[in-house]
């Protein structure tokens, strides 16, 4: 079952602009992962961020997360063409084998 | 690093037949996979897990009988369609986690996936 809801579902910005999306999830979480997937291709691991951590940097994404609320959010900054792409938020919890759990996903669309 | 080789990357196969994807950690080892089934503009439902030398863990409402698993070494693990008809037509992904990272707090990897299509 999908752990996550994301949105929006979709979005479309011009190059240069902020992109923002955001990750609501239901039970309680090891962690929380985003994810990148360019159309018919596999998933790329983003960046990781852990239940006891509220915000995480990695070059030009910032994620937040707020274990209060359940919720996680991804921004871009400064897009470029080349981050067209869905994104997905994924949680592992408890279960022994730290399998994900992926939200529905965003798709990004960024025109130069 | 962290290279999962997915293979093939799409079959088309006749309904009735029986297709195997194979799923190989290059550069690490896997004591654990992760087989999830995605459609169109859709996201990723998690299918099994798969662990080396044992029985896969399959997700409710996923037939075992149809789709199985077979994770053989620390670095391969196989699914293989049996009988397969024209709605197992899908996305499949496989992907893996580092053993020497741990269940918790490491990135899956991912294979680039097989397009399925059953006719």
């Known amino acids: 079952s999908q752990q996550g809801e994301e949105d929006p579902q979709a979005l479309s910005i011009q190059e240069g602009e902020n992109a923002t999306m955001n990750c609501s999830y239901k039970t309680s979480i090891n962690n929380l992962q985003w994810y990148r997937q360019n159309s018919g291709r596999g998933l790329v691991h983003l960046i990781l961020?852990?239940?006891?951590?509220r915000e995480k940097h990695s070059g030009r994404l910032r994620v937040t997360l707020d274990t209060s609320k359940k919720s996680s959010s991804l921004l871009i900054t400064a897009s470029r063409a080349a981050d067209t792409a869905s994104y997905f938020c994924a949680t592992t919890g408890a279960d022994s084998w730290g399998k994900l759990q992926f939200g529905a996903g965003t798709q990004v669309v960024v025109t130069p | 690093g962290a290279v999962v080789s997915q293979h093939p990357s799409w079959v088309i196969c006749k309904s009735g037949t029986s297709v195997k994807i194979e799923c190989r950690s290059l550069d690490f080892q896997a004591t654990t996979m992760f087989w999830y089934r995605q459609f169109p503009k859709q996201s990723l439902m998690l299918m099994a897990t798969s662990n080396e030398g044992s029985k896969a863990t399959y997700e409710q409402g996923v037939e075992k009988d149809k789709f199985l698993i077979n994770h053989a070494s620390l670095t391969l693990s196989t699914l293989t369609v049996t009988s397969a008809h024209p709605e197992d037509s899908s996305f499949y992904i496989c992907?893996?986690?580092?053993?020497?990272?741990?269940?918790?707090?490491?990135?899956?990897?991912f294979g680039n996936g097989t397009r399925l299509t059953v006719t």
């Open positions: 992907s893996a986690r580092d053993r020497d990272r741990g269940p918790y707090n490491s990135p899956l990897h």
């Open positions: 961020i852990r239940s006891n951590e």
